[in-house]
């Protein structure tokens, strides 16, 4: 039985350090019969120093890891993947990570093309070449690629450490957002999925023969959804502290969406606006190494407020501009503008 906010004992959480503003990322290491890492960090020195000395404290190394599960393809929690798969560790992971993981230069390519019309679309102009290249910045300095041995979906079952775990497809935050579940004390290793500390950006990045774009917020509220009907008795994140009332945060994220979408829909209902013009209104003193993630969050709120037939689109010149369909708020509560967007 799982003591109310005690981490199982065949559990250990890693923290292992990154370059970015959220902090360390947790990777986990199950202990048993399948030694299985969760997660890795980035490809940086510091976080493979810090993630080995982890191992070894908990009374392993390295070769005695078998498998290597990936809850998402950012750089943060896969990018020494690679690595670990050259020291003979199988690396598993959703089918949407095999391209990110790769990284190679047709994959790269083709996110690269997409984040310059994404960012176009958004009202950024010239600067849209520029803000696409981040990605690859990143890619060329914290991840070193690798082959996905094994893919893995919603429903299949893993055995990782001496249990076996269900694989939960949890897609919004990351198209390839994976969860564990272990029924028998109702844990689930959630990648980004919920976090304690901050509210998940349902990041918009391409996905490989998609037809359209994917519209993320409406794809992780359902996913966020999901979570209502499981028996969790804790939610181990990728970031930050354990979750163990996961029900009431599940409710507070979905209320914060709302209100967020009605901010939006006022700030449109004064005049049309583009989503970097959006972006700008509701970030004061947005930074700029937080426009990537200011815009894809206003994009995914402007998504809920189109299904909803509250707010229409018009395209010219490559260029989208939202309008406000009525004076109609549709019941959304008000909302607090923020000085940065959520990682």
Request: hydrophobic share 40%; net charge negative.
């Amino acid at each position: 039985m799982l003591l109310p906010g005690v981490i199982p004992e065949d559990i250990v959480v890693l923290p292992v350090p990154t370059p970015f503003p959220v902090g360390d990322v947790n990777c986990y290491l199950i202990r048993g019969d399948v030694p299985t890492l969760v997660d890795t960090g980035p490809a940086t020195d510091e976080a493979r120093v810090r993630l080995e000395e982890g191992i070894r404290q908990a009374g392993l190394g390295l070769r005695d890891i078998r498998q290597v599960i990936v809850t998402h393809a950012h750089v943060d929690h896969h990018g020494q993947a690679g690595a670990l798969r050259e020291a003979g560790l199988a690396v598993l992971a959703h089918p949407h990570a095999r391209g990110p993981l790769a990284d190679a230069d047709a994959y790269r390519a083709f996110r690269h093309d997409f984040f310059v019309r994404f960012y176009q679309e958004a009202g950024l102009g010239a600067g849209a070449v520029g803000l696409a290249s981040r990605f690859d910045v990143m890619s060329r300095r914290w991840i070193r690629p690798g082959a996905v041995d094994r893919e893995i979906d919603d429903g299949t079952e893993i055995v990782a450490g001496s249990d076996t775990w269900q694989v939960l497809y949890l897609p919004g935050h990351s198209p390839s957002q994976i969860g564990l579940y272990r029924a028998r004390d109702g844990v689930l290793i959630a990648g980004d999925h919920l976090l304690a500390h901050i509210s998940s950006n349902a990041f918009i990045e391409p996905v490989p023969g998609a037809p359209e774009r994917p519209r993320s917020l409406i794809t992780y509220r359902l996913a966020l959804m999901r979570l209502l009907t499981l028996d969790i008795n804790m939610v181990l994140p990728g970031h930050g502290r354990p979750v163990t009332d996961h029900r009431s945060l599940v409710e507070r994220r979905l209320r914060f969406h709302e209100e967020r979408a009605g901010s939006i829909l006022r700030h449109l209902q004064a005049g049309p606006a583009t989503s970097l013009e959006l972006a700008q209104k509701l970030f004061l003193h947005l930074k700029p190494d937080a426009l990537a993630l200011a815009i894809s969050e206003v994009v995914g709120h402007l998504d809920l407020l189109v299904e909803r037939g509250l707010v229409r689109t018009r395209q010219a010149g490559g260029v989208i501009e939202y309008h406000a369909a009525g004076s109609g708020r549709g019941g959304m509560p008000g909302d607090t503008e923020h000085n940065a967007a959520a990682c």
